[in-house]
């Protein structure tokens, strides 16, 4: 695999941290460390390449990749949290990070146990960040098999960050209708970048179409794509949901940041924002929102981590269901509600307010949230839910 060289990042961090606390303490160092340039990067839509050397920088990378070979060997859970925290200052670059731990831990849904062992450790020795191009709405990559390697033709949407990424995971299917989980060079010059990424928010994960003509894959970097772990769903939910209540929470830290500096309030007696009740009302009303999801996402997170394949599944995922939905819920009322506190003002396109609404809105729309909220319902009335193949195709 080729290493892409990036320009030089935000600037030296010293050492790796040692405990689960202070590596979220090193993602908050990050996340303010992005946080100075967040609008005018967000309103460029270049490539996030300082941003991911920086992600490498700080050791964040690896934080999930085994001791043994240098990585931090945390929890799912601390990944999560650590992913929400980088959300809370740029919406895509959390986006990009939480898709990295969930694709560096692919093998673990595919390979075998050699696999699983050979492929972490080559991901934490040589630091390499990971994208995903698997839409499950797309048709399959071919993939032909030629011996000792694969040949891949296709093309693949929403492959967010692969442009900034060492590694691209994919899907495909062989000629026996078998499918295959595959692992490609991100910088292969036979893989096509389309640049059609033009979306109104999160535009920092670059997730644009990419084409594959015949994309050579060998072995050791393609798995059998059995059916991964059950619980897996609920995982992936449990993902979506901290990216989003990071922009909620990053929502609310640029509202209060901004009333901070406001000399008038909404009414005209009071002379400044902080001491008009209207503002400090709407404030306390999305902040106990905000920390309601928050409690319900890492409680839920930390359940699921804990659970094991003869676990109640449909309870799992349904969890997940209902972290996601009060996660998007409170996000989307923070970053519709920004303009509504900060006033006229704060619509400059100076400030980049809104950002928050563009990026939650976008990743909100994901997938619906109101067809999580059926299936949730039907749960509660008959304890029961549909086969997972009835909502997302595995």
């Not at 946080?35 to 934080?63: F, M």
């Not at 296709?154 to 967010?160: I, N, R, T, W």
């Not at 900034?164 to 036979?190: A, H, M, N, Y």
């Not at 894959?217 to 769903?233: K, Q, T």
Request: aromatic share 8%.
């Amino acid at each position: 695999m080729t290493t892409i060289t990036y320009q030089p990042a935000y600037g030296a961090l010293a050492g790796n941290p040692s405990t689960t606390s202070e590596w979220l303490d090193r993602a908050r160092q990050v996340a303010q460390m992005v946080a100075g340039d967040a609008a005018q990067r967000e309103s460029e839509g270049e490539p996030p390449y300082r941003e991911v050397q920086l992600l490498k920088d700080s050791g964040l990378v690896t934080l999930l990749g085994p001791a043994d070979h240098g990585g931090a060997a945390e929890r799912w859970t601390t990944a999560l949290r650590a992913s929400r925290e980088v959300s809370r200052a740029d919406g895509s670059l959390g986006q990009l990070l939480g898709y990295h731990y969930l694709w560096a831990w692919a093998t673990r849904f595919f390979g075998t146990d050699e696999q699983i062992a050979a492929a972490e450790a080559h991901y934490t020795r040589n630091c390499y960040f990971y994208s995903g191009a698997i839409n499950p709405r797309d048709k399959d990559i071919v993939a032909t098999d030629e011996g000792d390697t694969l040949r891949l033709n296709g093309s693949k949407s929403f492959a967010s960050g692969s442009l900034v990424s060492d590694l691209t995971c994919l899907t495909g299917k062989l000629e026996d209708d078998r499918l295959v989980f595959i692992i490609v060079d991100s910088s292969s010059p036979q893989l096509v970048y389309n640049h059609d990424w033009d979306n109104m928010g999160q535009r920092g994960t670059d997730s644009q179409t990419i084409t594959y003509h015949d994309v050579f894959v060998a072995d050791g970097w393609h798995y059998a794509a059995h059916p991964p772990s059950p619980i897996l769903f609920g995982a992936v939910m449990i993902l979506h949901a901290a990216l989003m209540q990071g922009i909620g929470d990053g929502a609310l830290d640029a509202i209060t940041h901004y009333v901070r500096t406001l000399t008038r309030g909404t009414l005209p007696q009071f002379a400044t924002a902080a001491e008009d009740p209207l503002i400090l009302r709407r404030i306390g009303e999305i902040s106990s929102r905000l920390a309601a999801s928050r409690a319900l996402l890492f409680a839920t997170a930390d359940h699921i981590e804990q659970s094991s394949d003869q676990s109640d599944v449909a309870a799992i995922t349904v969890d997940g269901f209902r972290a996601k939905v009060a996660c998007v819920e409170a996000s989307l009322e923070a970053a519709a509600t920004v303009h509504e506190i900060t006033g006229a003002r704060a619509t400059s396109s100076k400030f980049g307010l809104d950002r928050f609404w563009r990026n939650a809105r976008t990743f909100a729309s994901h997938d619906p949230t109101d067809a999580k909220n059926v299936y949730v319902g039907s749960y509660e009335v008959t304890g029961e839910l549909p086969p997972i193949t009835s909502f997302i195709r595995v």
